[in-house]
């Protein structure tokens, strides 16, 4: 049976050259061709020879796994690629262009455990986690799709990135290793739910990936509810935890805050939030809520919205509202599931 390079990773490709008599460096030439020329089929590859190309192809059928959709969102050019991995699960990968920048959100579950009530993800329940190939696998879907190489990596696709550390980290080792794409980590973001510690190891590694926390509500009985990781990891322990983060590495943490109509935008919430920031290096960001057909959430009042900008602007904190991209084509925050349909 033959299988997708990607899907069964660079370690069985090794494997597979030792099998097929063929010498290990090839298995660099491979990769060259595919990270630095972004040639993803075996035919293109000039210096491997026509015999050994023809052994490639009888074990590995197809460098990428087939892309069952790409949408292009026409007001702002997002991009969907929704992926199907080789045991028939799909994933969503999007690309996102903005002004001289090409940010790659990427996915690394299929689903997500932790089943925040406002996102379509959650909503899906959790299959598996994605190995470290599979992540990065949709970095190359969308080289190939956008024709572009990204400048910005965020972990913010499908699935809470922190349950899956060893692949997490194992794929940003390859987007960053020179000999592959070679990215700056401060240009990668990992978001989380609020995984303490997934937080905590963070500051122990090497390089400055940014951490963005979905926070959305500073206050534990409504955060259990809206963020279910808050009852594995309440808010006096992950605060704890940020403190740490921002005294030891002295970077800045994204605070996300998705604004739900009479849920987390009143008065107590914009102090609770506050309250919650201080001593910390944060950001906020004011992200839109993106509706789903089966979801019972509203967006805030733009009033409400403007409300919490101007107070946490006179609080001494950074904020920013976060547009909404590809909405059309149901490929913004939180609203992956695997599906292009609107039901
Ligand atoms: N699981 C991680 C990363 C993926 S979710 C996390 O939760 O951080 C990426 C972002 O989308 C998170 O900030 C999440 O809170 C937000 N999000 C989820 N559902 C949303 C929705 N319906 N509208 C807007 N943002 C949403
Ligand atoms: Fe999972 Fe993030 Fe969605 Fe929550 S918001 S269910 S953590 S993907």
Same mark, same amino acid.
């Given at each position: 049976?033959?299988?997708?390079l990607?899907?069964?990773?660079?370690?069985?490709l090794?494997?597979?050259?030792?099998?097929?008599?063929m010498?290990?460096? *090839?298995?660099?030439q491979?990769r060259?061709?595919?990270?630095?020329k972004?040639?993803?089929s075996?035919?293109?590859?000039?210096?491997?020879?026509?015999s050994?190309?023809?052994?490639?192809?009888?074990?590995?059928?197809?460098?990428?796994p087939?892309?069952?959709k790409?949408?292009?969102?026409?007001?702002?050019?997002?991009?969907?690629?929704?992926?199907k991995?080789?045991?028939g699960?799909?994933?969503?990968?999007v690309?996102?262009?903005?002004?001289?920048t090409?940010t790659?959100?990427?996915?690394?579950q299929v689903g997500?455990p932790?089943?925040?009530?406002?996102?379509?993800t959650?909503?899906?329940?959790?299959?598996?986690?994605l190995s470290?190939?599979?992540?990065?696998?949709?970095?190359?879907?969308?080289?190939?799709?956008?024709?572009?190489?990204?400048?910005?990596?965020v972990y913010?696709g499908?699935?809470?990135?922190?349950?899956?550390?060893?692949?997490?980290? *194992?794929s940003? /080792?390859i987007?960053?290793?020179?000999?592959?794409?070679?990215?700056a980590?401060r240009?990668i973001t990992?978001?989380?739910?609020?995984?303490?510690?997934?937080?905590?190891?963070?500051?122990?590694?090497?390089?400055?990936v940014?951490?963005?926390?979905?926070?959305?509500v500073a206050? /534990?009985?409504?955060?259990?509810?809206?963020?279910?990781?808050?009852?594995?990891?309440?808010?006096?322990?992950?605060?704890?935890?940020?403190?740490?983060?921002?005294?030891?590495t002295?970077?800045?943490?994204t605070?996300?805050?998705?604004l739900?109509?009479?849920?987390?935008?009143q008065?107590? /919430?914009?102090?609770n939030?506050?309250n919650f920031?201080e001593?910390l290096?944060v950001?906020?960001n004011?992200?839109?809520?993106n509706?789903?057909?089966?979801?019972e959430?509203?967006?805030?009042?733009?009033?409400?919205?403007?409300?919490?900008?101007?107070?946490?602007?006179?609080?001494?904190?950074?904020?920013?509202?976060?547009s909404?991209?590809?909405?059309n084509?149901?490929?913004?925050?939180?609203?992956?599931?695997g599906?292009?349909?609107?039901?």
């Open positions: 049976m033959t299988k997708c990607f899907s069964s990773g660079f370690e069985d090794a494997k597979t050259l030792t099998e097929l008599n010498p290990a460096f *090839r298995a660099n491979v060259d061709w595919i990270f630095k972004f040639v993803f075996f035919d293109e590859m000039s210096n491997i020879s026509e050994d190309i023809k052994k490639l192809k009888e074990v590995y059928s197809k460098i990428l087939p892309v069952e790409y949408l292009v969102d026409k007001a702002d050019q997002t991009g969907k690629a929704l992926i991995l080789s045991d699960e799909l994933i969503e990968a690309a996102i262009p903005g002004n001289n090409m790659f959100c990427l996915s690394t997500c932790v089943k925040c009530l406002f996102c379509r959650g909503k899906q329940g959790f299959t598996r986690n470290a190939e599979e992540i990065v696998l949709q970095v190359m879907v969308l080289v190939k799709k956008t024709g572009k190489k990204p400048t910005n990596i913010m499908m699935g809470e990135p922190f349950f899956n550390s060893e692949e997490l980290y *194992r940003i /080792d987007l960053t290793d020179p000999k592959g794409l070679g990215l980590t240009r990992i978001s989380t739910s609020g995984h303490v510690q997934g937080i905590l190891e963070l500051i122990n590694r090497p390089g400055e940014n951490l963005a926390v979905s926070l959305h206050n /534990d009985d409504a955060r259990d509810k809206l963020v279910p990781m808050n009852k594995k990891f309440p808010l006096d322990v992950l605060k704890k935890a940020l403190t740490e983060y921002c005294s030891k002295g970077r800045r943490v605070m996300e805050v998705v739900l109509k009479n849920t987390n935008d008065y107590n /919430d914009l102090m939030l506050i920031c001593g290096i950001h906020v004011l992200v839109r809520f509706n789903f057909k089966e979801c959430f509203e967006a805030a009042s733009d009033k409400n919205e403007k409300e919490f900008k101007k107070e946490l602007k006179k609080a001494g904190i950074a904020v920013t509202v976060r909404s991209h590809g909405q084509i149901l490929a913004a925050c939180g609203q992956l599931s599906k292009t349909q609107k039901d």
